[in-house]
């Protein structure tokens, strides 16, 4: 998530994620945008749907309690939200080692993988961060952004969190801060 979102949805890149998750003009990887030009995103235009389909009520129990087990690590399809709009929506996958990975619906063009690091806090509880670079609308690097998400599991395939999502300029002087929520479900494998 380098740079803007398409202006069908309005634009964010996260983060992270974080974004994961941003929207306007000089957005970088996992980062709002400055100004917050958001606008909602329409889960009803077929070009936003991501076809994820929950795990088929017959999946056998192993299966499920390995997913179950897994706490955060695996897959996830999540939606963040800044302000109760939906700003972006992501496929963000955790990892074993610590490690994490979210891919949004920015243009790969404009940068949709954002990369992070995660710890576990309690043992419903984790701790996600997102470092980023930020750039002009000519291309020129402006500073850096951190997206920093707070995750708790509702349950064994859902969780909700929030993010904060700081700016700095080359010199790194804290500017712009953001915050919102973010949900996600984990996909299941489909057989």
């Known amino acids: 998530m380098k740079k803007t979102l398409s202006k069908t949805i ?3 890149a996260f983060g992270a994620v974080a974004a994961i998750l941003m929207c306007g003009t000089n957005a970088g990887a996992c980062s709002l945008p400055a100004g917050m030009g958001l606008r909602p995103v329409n889960f009803a235009d077929p070009a ?3 076809g994820v389909a929950s795990a088929p009520s017959e999946a056998p129990q192993a299966k499920r309690e390995s997913a179950s087990s897994a ?3 695996g897959l996830w399809q999540a939606t963040y939200s800044s302000a109760g709009t939906v700003v972006d929506m992501a496929f963000e996958a955790f990892h074993s080692d610590g490690t994490e990975m979210l891919n ?3 243009p790969p063009a404009e940068g949709n993988v954002c990369l992070g ?3 576990q806090e309690s043992p419903r509880t984790f701790k996600l961060t997102h470092p980023s670079w930020t750039f002009d609308a ?3 690097l402006t500073g850096t952004a951190t997206f920093q998400t707070t995750i708790n599991l509702t349950s ?3 969780f909700s969190g929030t993010y904060t999502l700081t700016y700095y300029d080359t010199h ?3 500017g712009s801060v953001y915050t919102g929520t973010m949900t996600a479900t984990r996909i299941l494998p489909q057989y």
């Open 71 to 73: 706490g955060v690590v």
């Open 156 to 158: 064994a395939d859902t």
């Open 10 to 12: 309005g634009g964010l």
């Open 172 to 174: 790194g002087t804290q």
């Open 48 to 50: 936003l749907k991501l």
């Open 117 to 119: 690091v995660w710890v």
């Open 138 to 140: 000519s291309g020129n």
């Open 104 to 106: 949004d619906i920015t």
